[in-house]
């Protein structure tokens, strides 16, 4: 396990890679879009080569939810990364069945929060790529990560 991190380890410029990369398949897609997002290029290859994506394409959300997971593996902040809003998220090509994802993900910023003294604001943006390094979705979100030093 890596070493969990606070505020005061992160600064602008760093950079965490994924782990690892995620293997997408075709029942996982389907899985995810028959609960989640039931739009017919989610559920059925048929009908997504009749539609914009020409084939299977997995739900963005999907991606998010993967995304999410590589980020918090590769990122350990102590405590648990704690959302403070999503500035942008672009999905910039369809995930398909079969595709790796690995992120790279990259501080902007760092601030003390005002209404939380024990936490800061880590601002940071997400880039994600499929095994022929074609960028598939990109983010900027905002997250919380505590102090390691609390004052009395």
Do not use: C
Request: charged share 25%; no cysteine.
């Amino acid at each position: 396990m890596a070493t969990e991190l606070y505020f005061e380890d992160l600064h602008p410029g760093l950079k965490f890679n994924s782990l690892r990369s995620y293997k997408v398949t075709a029942e996982e897609i389907k899985e995810f879009a028959e609960r989640y997002d039931p739009q017919p290029f989610h559920l059925d290859e048929d009908a997504g080569e009749s539609s914009f994506f020409k084939g299977l394409a997995a739900s963005g959300w999907l991606t998010a939810a993967i995304v999410m997971r590589l980020r918090v593996e590769s990122i350990q902040i102590a405590g648990g990364m704690i959302g403070a809003g999503v500035e942008e998220i672009r999905w910039k090509q369809a995930v398909r069945p079969g595709d790796s994802l690995r992120t790279e993900a990259e501080i902007l910023s760092v601030r003390h929060s005002t209404s939380r003294p024990t936490f800061g604001v880590v601002r940071s943006r997400t880039m994600v790529y499929n095994q022929r390094d074609e960028v598939v979705m990109r983010s900027i979100v905002n997250f919380l990560a505590p102090l390691k030093k609390q004052s009395v």
